[in-house]
T-cell receptor, first 113, second 113 residues
Framework: AQSVTQLDSQVPVFEEAPVELRCNYSSSVSVYLFWYVQYPNQGLQLLLKYLSGSTLVKGINGFEAEFNKSQTSFHLRKPSVHISDTAEYFC???????????FGTGTRLQVFP | NAGVTQTPKFQVLKTGQSMTLQCAQD?????MYWYRQDPGMGLRLIYY???????DKGEVPNGYNVSRLNKREFSLRLESAAPSQTSVYFC????????????FGQGTRLTVV
């Protein structure tokens, strides 16, 4: 069975500073990896995904993530955050054979002016 | 294009009452999911369905039943609601193509008193 660990429940950061949101996963099978974002009182929307190939993937709103197989990590980064990036971010893993999609506990990113 | 539609958006139940949360998608997706979201717990998978007529338990299935009667619709039933089932419930769907992202409904906020 797969699982996802998001190491930080909250990350406060000032506007225009860089940010990294950490995600580690465990799985006995090959997986796909995703980052989703949830703005207040909304559903989730996809930021980016890793399927195969290049380990650095770029997503919407200037976010990127790097897949590290040896460390079983998929950390999310942005070089310069904006107030509008304030939201909850979820890392997720999908079993390639069953589509079963499991989420981490989320990281609340709070951007201060 | 409606995407994933959940009804109702809000519901208050008394302990012991039953209800069904409805979910429909118009994207011809094979996989559908029900999650619950609680503070600090992230999204936890209740049940998922990889195709019409099949369902599988997720991380927290106890107290719930599901029905996938056709490709479009995936309902979640609470037979005897308990206060511990107070949560925000999200339905999602995804295709079977490689690494297809999941699309989410807007959520149902359920309170059990």
């Amino acid at each position: 069975a797969q699982s996802v660990t998001q190491l930080d429940s909250q990350v406060p950061v000032f506007e225009e500073a860089p940010v990294e949101l950490r995600c580690n996963y465990s799985s006995s099978v090959s997986v796909y990896l995703f980052w989703y974002v949830q703005y207040p009182n909304q559903g989730l929307q996809l930021l980016l995904k890793y399927l195969s190939g290049s380990t650095l993937v770029k997503g919407i709103n200037g976010f990127e993530a790097e897949f590290n197989k040896s460390q079983t990590s998929f950390h999310l980064r942005k070089p310069s955050v904006h107030i509008s990036d304030t939201a909850e971010y979820f890392c997720a893993v999908s079993d390639r054979s069953t589509d079963k999609l499991i989420f981490g506990t989320g990281t609340r990113l709070q951007v201060f002016p | 294009n409606a995407g994933v539609t959940q009804t109702p958006k809000f519901q208050v139940l008394k302990t012991g009452q039953s209800m069904t949360l409805q979910c429909a998608q118009d994207m011809n997706h094979n996989s559908m999911y029900w999650y619950r979201q609680d503070p600090g717990m992230g999204l936890r998978l209740i049940y998922y369905s990889a195709s019409e007529g099949t369902t599988d338990k997720g991380e927290v299935p106890n107290g719930y039943n599901v029905s996938r009667l056709n490709k479009r619709e995936f309902s979640l039933r609470l037979e005897s609601a308990a206060p511990s089932q107070t949560s925000v419930y999200f339905c999602a769907s995804s295709g079977r193509q490689v690494g297809t992202e999941a699309f989410f409904g807007q959520g149902t906020r359920l309170t059990v008193v």
